[in-house]
């Protein structure tokens, strides 16, 4: 088995703020995504990477931008904080192609902006 | 592009109660369509999945099913317990170039009354 963790779980900043958060998973996937959380509007893709320093951009892609330096790791940049903004940010990851592959969840990074 | 339309928000039963979910969805490909399941301070989890090889998941008392003539698919339980209390999202698969795209649905909360 494997796990997926997320820094930080609480992320508060200020309206304007860039913001990184970060994930990491230990199953040796090769893709891995960051998927946003609003209450009502189910998860939305902004980002995947199929392996080391790819980057495809998602459905939600701007105003954030992402990083793969390694197979591990995924990080996600909010380039400029909105106000008011609430959601949770999900990182998952998966093995790859064939006949589906399960992806696996976080527990997300919860995000306020006062 | 593909879609998929979950209108159920919230669903309240009580304990023992039939448990169905419905989602309906758009694509032009075979469809690989999926249940997840995220509990209460938790990412999502995969419960099932169905295909057009399969027609059917079952899977700790959860059974999926798709209708390809009215583009649906279902989920259902026979006698829900509080411990399923979690909010239940339907998603349809897209292969892309090198990764699996989920398209969600929006998500229906499950309360089960005590």
């Known amino acids: 088995g494997g796990i997926i963790t997320q820094t930080p779980k609480f992320l508060i900043g200020q309206e304007g703020q860039k913001l990184t958060l970060k994930c990491q998973q230990n199953f040796n996937h090769d893709t891995m995504y960051w998927y946003r959380q609003d209450s009502g509007k189910g998860l939305r893709l902004i980002y995947y990477?199929?392996?080391?320093?790819?980057?495809q951009k998602g459905d939600l892609s701007e105003g954030y931008d992402a990083s793969r330096e390694k197979k591990s790791s995924f990080s996600l940049t909010v380039t400029s904080a909105q106000k008011n903004e609430m959601a949770v940010f999900l990182c998952a990851s998966s093995p790859g192609l064939g006949d589906y592959a399960e992806q696996f969840f976080g527990p997300g990074t919860r995000l306020t902006v006062l | 592009g593909d879609s998929v339309t979950q209108k159920q928000g919230q669903v309240t039963l009580s304990e023992d109660d039939f448990l169905f979910i419905n989602c309906t969805y758009s694509t032009t490909t075979y469809p690989t369509l999926l249940w997840y399941v995220q509990y209460l301070g938790q990412g999502p989890q995969l419960l099932l999945k169905v295909t057009t090889a399969n027609n059917k998941g079952i899977s700790r008392g959860f059974e999926a099913t798709y209708d390809k003539g009215t583009t649906s698919f279902h989920l259902q339980k026979a006698s829900v317990q509080e411990s399923d209390s979690a909010v239940y999202f339907c998603?349809?698969?897209?292969?892309?170039?090198?990764?699996?795209?989920?398209?969600f649905g929006k998500g229906t909360q499950l309360i089960i009354q005590p």
């Open positions: 998603a349809l698969v897209e292969a892309t170039e090198g990764a699996d795209r989920l398209t």
């Open positions: 990477s199929i392996t080391e320093n790819d980057l």
